[in-house]
């Protein structure tokens, strides 16, 4: 998927974790994010390694102002700005990891992808290992089933050539 994207601030934090978000211009012409998901890359209880990343952002990363926000049921006023961001900006995709958020985002019309799908589509183009990012995934605080990662573990086993 080329052209922007909006992001909540979980996938951001993640990819940043495992030393993918290098990668995301590959996907993704620019991502957007609202000053909400800024102010978490930036809160105090972020990872240093996030605070510092956001303090140094790369160009592809846009601070767009949401020009209404209003509250969606059961969401972080992250991932409510960005679902927001995204209507505004008539963006098609929203990177986002919270099963709440990503069912409001299919209910608005936008496609979710989440940190494991943007990390499968960067294996897929060669960018990076998914076992190793899937490995350094289990080593933060990323909540996801087992199963899951184990399912994109497989589907990458099956689309790399045995050697």
């Excluded at 059961?74 to 995204?86: I, P, R, V």
């Amino acid at each position: 998927m080329s052209g922007p994207i909006v992001s909540d601030g979980g996938p951001l934090h993640y990819l940043i974790l495992v030393e993918c978000v290098d990668a995301v211009p590959a996907l993704f012409e620019r991502i957007l994010i609202p000053p909400a998901v800024r102010d978490e890359l930036l809160h105090i209880s972020a990872p240093q390694k996030v605070r510092n990343w956001r303090g140094n952002p790369p160009a592809w990363l846009t601070i767009e102002p949401v020009t209404r926000l209003h509250p969606l049921a059961s969401l972080h006023k992250g991932e409510t700005a960005a679902l927001q961001l995204a209507l505004q900006t008539n963006t098609l995709a929203v990177l986002m990891d919270d099963l709440d958020g990503r069912a409001a985002a299919r209910r608005l019309g936008l496609i979710p992808i989440g940190t494991v799908g943007a990390l499968e589509r960067m294996a897929e183009l060669g960018i990076i290992g998914l076992p190793a990012a899937i490995e350094k995934l289990r080593q933060t605080n990323f909540f996801i089933s087992p199963e899951v990662l184990d399912a994109a573990l497989e589907r990458d086993r099956r689309r790399r050539p045995e050697h």
